[in-house]
């Protein structure tokens, strides 16, 4: 499976614009970039997804790079609801079913 | 609330006991799984089960025995835990229909092993 590398951990101000990076440069071309996060005692969510396109959703935008290798995360005014870790997540269509697997992630800190 | 419930959502057990953990999900899926999240590391995933048939199997003890009754019902019963096993364990359910479906977990069972 292909790797991503996040930062550890973030911080943002509150009603900031919040940029989360992530690296894969061994990205293939049939795996697509997935955000999920992961609030406080809970399970992990599903933001956003996508390919090769700048993706928009009502929660996130996700910014991927030209050649693939890197994406952005991008939360428009962070809230204290959004202090999470986020985890930026390969997924490869060709296998047989779907197969999630999660790194370490980013822990966002949201300041009031 | 994601449409997946785990019952029990706190479970403290001893490394003889016998337990199981259930899994339900209400959206119609076809695909569920189980994840194990232990303390500052990532999740890792445990079992899949596509069409009620398991499809993985990530080198995980025999000590943990997933079922899969239906397509809505995912068990993990659990026996001669060790005291490494507590953790917090997630089920997460999808549409498997060849492209790219979102995952919905569930709250996770706490577990902790004595």
């Known amino acids: 499976d292909a790797k991503t590398t996040q930062p550890n951990s973030m911080e943002s101000n509150e009603e900031e614009p919040v940029h989360l990076p992530c690296n894969h440069s061994?990205?293939?071309?049939?795996?697509?970039i997935h955000w999920y996060r992961q609030l406080p005692s809970q399970g992990p969510e599903y933001v956003i997804h996508?390919?090769?396109s700048n993706v928009n959703n009502r929660m996130a935008s996700l910014a991927i790079a030209e050649d693939r290798k890197s994406s952005t995360l991008i939360l428009h005014r962070a809230t204290l609801r959004d202090a999470a870790v986020y985890y930026c997540i390969l997924r490869d269509v060709e296998t047989s079913y779907d197969k999630v697997i999660f790194g370490p992630g980013t822990s966002l800190s949201v300041i009031p | 609330e994601t449409g997946v419930t785990q019952t029990p959502r706190h479970l403290v057990m001893g490394m003889t006991n016998k337990k199981s953990l259930k899994c339900e999900q209400h959206l119609g899926h076809n695909a569920m799984y189980w994840y194990k999240q232990s303390a500052k590391k990532p999740l890792e995933l445990m079992f899949v089960?596509?069409?009620?048939?398991?499809?993985e199997n990530n080198s995980v003890p025999s000590r943990f025995s997933p079922e899969c009754p239906n397509s809505s019902h995912l068990f993990l019963h659990l026996h001669t835990l060790q005291p490494e096993d507590s953790a917090l364990y997630l089920c997460?359910?999808?549409?498997?229909?060849?492209?790219?479906?979102?995952?919905?977990f569930g709250p996770g069972t706490r577990l902790t092993v004595l």
């Open positions: 997460a359910s999808s549409q498997d229909n060849g492209n790219y479906n979102e995952q919905f």
């Open positions: 089960y596509s069409l009620e048939e398991r499809v």
């Open positions: 061994t990205i293939s071309g049939t795996d697509y």
């Open positions: 996508g390919l090769t």
